[in-house]
């Protein structure tokens, strides 16, 4: 079954250092998010892109944020300069697009996550 | 109550029972999504109700979907100590949810042998 797989597992970084996430979604996927989850809360959209452009960003997605598609197989979540309160699991998730009409729904598929933690 | 939220926060039961977890929803949906999370791992997709279906079912699991009330159930029948891990409903928008997957605040469902 394709995976969306997602690097590192873990990262430790310095508060005020710039991090950055990678994600392989699912080849013939059209649409990409980024997701986070503190810890013991719930999960919490942060981004989407498609067409290699952002198409909907929440509030926590701020200037600090941004993301790519550079190659059209990975998409980086990054993060210019870290805070504590950034410390979550980062899910990056896609999807096959379904044009209007389509009678079929398709469930995203999540990575298994970035855990960032930041001292 | 915010978008997805889900009841009961949560639920203990013995191998062999069956779970019902609870989630309602508060704007026009596309379709609801159910998840299961392991602790401390990623999301998984169980299963997705459309807006205009009112129950589906895949293996152990069923979903029922109810518009009116905004509102959507997934019982896990027969349980098994392996069903432990948290489960979050999550709505995909019609209009104002936009282009996106919005959860809800999850169960955590224990399963005791």
């Known amino acids: 079954e394709p995976e969306v797989t997602q690097t590192p597992s873990h990262q430790v970084t310095q508060m005020g250092q710039e991090v950055i996430l990678r994600c392989v979604p699912i080849?013939?996927?059209?649409?990409f998010y980024w997701y986070r989850q503190i810890l013991g809360q719930k999960v919490e959209f942060l981004v989407s892109f498609y067409n290699n452009e952002i198409s909907e960003k929440s509030e926590i997605f701020d200037d600090q944020f941004s993301v790519e598609r550079p190659d059209g197989s990975n998409f980086t979540l990054k993060i210019r300069s870290t805070k504590l309160e950034d410390s979550a699991m980062y899910f990056c998730a896609s999807r096959k697009r379904f044009a209007t009409g389509d009678r079929i729904n398709y469930g995203y598929t999540f990575g298994s996550g970035t855990r960032l933690t930041v001292v | 109550s915010q978008q997805g939220e889900e009841d009961p926060q949560a639920l203990s039961i013995q191998e062999g029972e069956n779970a019902t977890m609870n989630c309602s929803y508060k704007?026009?949906?596309?379709?609801l999504q159910w998840y299961r999370q392991n602790s401390g791992r990623g999301l998984v997709h169980l299963i997705l109700?459309?807006?205009?279906?009112r129950e589906k079912h895949s293996g152990r699991l069923r979903v029922t979907l109810d518009t009116s009330k905004k509102s959507s159930s997934l019982l896990i029948t027969a349980s098994r100590a392996a069903d432990t891990a948290s489960y979050f409903c999550a709505t995909w928008g019609l209009t104002g949810g936009g282009n996106k997957l919005t959860f809800g605040t999850g169960t955590q469902l224990k399963v005791e042998l």
């Open positions: 109700i459309r807006s205009n279906e």
């Open positions: 080849s013939n996927h059209l649409y």
């Open positions: 704007t026009s949906i596309n379709n």
